[in-house]
């Protein structure tokens, strides 16, 4: 199956996702995927499970985080200003993106934390190597801007996420949740702008469940 599931939660998204691992990868064997990334929110918790139980379907495990970026300085931490995060998916590519995925993670905790754990574009700037980053839904950056209307913002935010990660390694998200007005309208605005830049789209489904009658 040449689809592959980039975005999705396990219930170590705590108190968000619903999936557990196993049924997960079970899943995923039986619908016929060769490949399945996990991206749980603000941890890693569920990685070296994850690995082990893909690795047992022979199905090749690909493993990401969606982070939360400050607004402003991670260690800001400001009510109602650096509260406000913008979610981003991380994906590692090589080994070392893996490497640098983990201690972006562990710095969100040590430093970031307020309220989520969070880093910010500095910090991704200092460890993008070997990281592929999704631009989120209606929850990411550009998301917002879109939501806002506001495109100048929308290409000042792809233009700085294309200069740390790489152009070959930033992807606009288009997200598969028909109930979501919101994400309609952010889907529409990605491809415009994909269109206006000639982006990349990655399409994705924003897991949290394994069946329909689950949610």
């Known amino acids: 199956m040449s689809f592959v599931h980039l975005h999705n939660h396990s219930h ?27 991206t749980d929110k603000g941890n890693m918790y569920g990685v070296i499970e994850f690995f082990q139980a893909c690795k047992g379907a022979d199905i090749k495990p690909i493993i990401g985080e969606q982070v939360y970026v400050a607004p402003n300085l991670h260690t800001q931490k400001r009510p109602n200003t650096d509260d406000q995060n913008n979610e981003l998916i991380l994906i590692a590519r090589t080994f070392e993106g893996y490497k640098n995925l983990m201690r972006l993670s562990s710095i969100a905790y040590k430093d970031g934390y307020f309220h989520k754990p969070r880093i910010d574009k500095d910090l991704l700037r200092d460890y993008a190597e070997g990281l592929l980053a999704l631009a989120s839904g209606s929850r990411g950056e550009i998301g917002k801007a879109i939501l806002d209307s506001n495109f100048d913002k929308a290409k000042e935010v792809v233009a700085q996420y294309q200069d740390i990660f790489g152009k070959e390694f930033f992807y606009l998200e288009v997200q598969h949740n028909p109930g979501d007005s919101k994400q309609q309208v952010v889907n529409e605005g990605m491809f415009q702008l994909a269109d206006d830049l000639r982006i990349r789209v990655a399409a994705t489904s924003n897991i949290h469940y394994l069946e329909k009658e689950m949610a």
């Open 12 to 38: 170590y998204s705590l108190l968000d996702g619903l999936s557990k691992i196993k049924p997960m990868v079970s899943h995923a064997k039986e619908l016929g995927f060769t490949a399945l990334a996990l």
